[in-house]
């Protein structure tokens, strides 16, 4: 590829470096603010190009930096992080964006980028929707855990671990709650409920989405 080059990939800025080989001219700098619109503009310059390539590190952004760089008609190599980091060797000078940006260029120019695949679009959703149900469920998790804890930290009789999951149950817990906690334990109670009726609801959406 006449020109190479790494972006690293930060939540202020991308900061890029990349080599015209032909010419051997290298050009660093900074894409700022790091969002959709500034790259795009940026990319403009490889314009009606096919033999440009830039790698980046699997971290998070690159979804849309990749898919800038794909739209743009650059060729896009995400690397491994940690395999990238390995690469580098013992450091001898500090490690900076700018190192950063060079070391992926370089990876990408000698063949020995440790790199990822691509998963498309539908996939990179699909994966999207199961990282917020996983959230959720552990949320849901963390508040029904919460009840348990009030109810056994105002000596409360302890009730089963599939309490909430019948309407025999949750009339049990009420009533456990209203005849053993204090005003500030049952609305503690409450909240948690609330909590965990609306994150069901949304788990019950995610749930069908992902089947379908």
Known sequence: MPIVGGLDIHRKQITFDYRDTPTGEVKPGQIAPADRAHLRSWLARFAGRDDVAFALEGCTGWRYVA?????AGVAAHVAEPADTAFARGRKRHAKTDKTDSRHLRELLAEGRLPECWIPPSRILECRALLETYHDLRAEHTAWVQR???????????????????????LAALRAAAAAHLSP?????????????????????????????
């Open 147 to 169: 009840i348990h804890a009030v109810l056994f930290h105002q000596g409360a009789p302890a009730l089963g671990a599939g309490t909430l999951r019948t309407e025999q149950g």
């Open 184 to 212: 500030a334990g049952q609305l503690q109670v409450t909240t948690a409920l609330d909590m965990t009726d609306m994150l069901e609801t949304r788990l019950h959406e995610l749930r069908h989405q992902l089947l379908d």
């Open 67 to 71: 898919e800038e760089l794909a739209g």
